[in-house]
């Protein structure tokens, strides 16, 4: 029996197989990675100038009050119908043409009134809609 002692050789670690697996890990990630932008939301604000003069020379103010009774121009009407709303703004908006219809809602008024004005608003055929707010309270 030939029983000779093996020299003791330092156990070596291969890093070939260990950069094999790191580099198909980072093909698996760069190609199932979905690089998407954020959605952002891009608002062009509106600017107002105080000191120009108005461009719509007819105005139709349409009042809610917070029990749902509707006045068109100071002007009470009767009953709470889209339809009996439409024929009064049809009445006072005349032509129709280049009629700005403002609304002015009361802050406690349900949401319902404010939508049939905007759907009286469409069936009279006037297209541009605005809505009346007052600065708050605490702002000076």
Known sequence: MNFHHRRSEEPEINLIPFI???????????LTTTYSKFTELKVNLPVADAEKLRDHPKELI????ADGRYAVNRKPVEGRSVDLLAAEMRAAAGNGENTVVIVSADATAAHQSVINVMDA???AGLSQLTFATQASGGAR
């Open 20 to 30: 094999d697996v790191l580099l198909v890990i980072l093909i698996f990630l760069m």
């Open 62 to 65: 349409v009042s809610v009050a």
């Open 121 to 123: 608003a469409r069936r």
